[in-house]
C-alpha cells in the first residue's frame, strides 16, 4: 500500500468500528437496558389492578366510599378502619372476603377485602375504604356504577 511518508499505518484494532458494528453494539444496549428496566417491575400488590374483570361477576350496582370521617374507628369485624388500606364494606358478604370492584366507566378495578357492613344508603351495593375508591377513580364522583366479581 502506497501511504504519503508522513502517515502512520494505523494496526486493525485502533480502526473506527463501521456502521455495522456501531448498530450491532447499540442494538444490543438497548436490550440490555429493556431487559433491566423490565427487571424493577413488581407484581401487582393486593388493591392493585386495572387489568379486565376475571373470575365469577357477584352484583351489579353503585359504590361509594368513605374515609376520614370513619379513620380510626372500628368496623363491624372488629377492626380498625384504615382509610388508605385496600378495604370495602358490604351488606353480606363474610368479612375476610375478596372481591374485585370493576369500574366500567373508567375501565379500572381494584381487589378490596370486606370488613365491614354497609353501605346503608339506599341503592348502593358497596362502599370502598379511600385507597380503593381512589384506584378506580371514584373519588371525585363520590358514587358510580360498579361490577363485583369473586376473587
Keep these: 500500500m502506497n501511504l ?7 494496526p486493525d484494532c485502533q480502526r473506527a468500528p463501521s456502521a455495522a458494528a456501531r448498530a450491532i453494539t447499540l442494538l444490543a444496549l438497548l436490550l440490555v437496558t429493556v431487559l433491566w428496566l423490565g427487571g424493577c417491575a413488581s407484581p401487582p400488590r393486593h388493591g392493585s389492578s386495572t387489568s379486565a374483570p376475571e373470575g365469577r361477576e357477584i ?26 388500606a385496600f378495604t ?24 378490596v377485602r370486606i370488613n365491614d357492613r354497609g353501605p346503608f344508603t339506599p341503592g348502593r ?21 360498579v361490577v363485583i366479581y369473586a376473587e
Design 125 to 145: 351495593v358497596i362502599d370502598l375504604s379511600r385507597a380503593g375508591a381512589e384506584r378506580i377513580g371514584l373519588i371525585r364522583a363520590g358514587v358510580a356504577p
Design 4 to 10: 504519503p511518508a508522513n502517515a502512520i499505518e494505523q
Design 88 to 111: 370495602a364494606a358490604h351488606k353480606t358478604l363474610p368479612f375476610g372476603t375478596r372481591v374485585r370492584v370493576f369500574n366500567p366507566a373508567s375501565g379500572q378495578a381494584v381487589v
Design 59 to 84: 352484583e351489579r350496582g353503585v359504590a361509594s366510599w368513605y374515609g376520614a370521617q370513619h379513620h380510626g374507628r372500628r368496623t363491624a369485624s372488629g377492626e380498625v378502619f384504615d382509610m388508605n
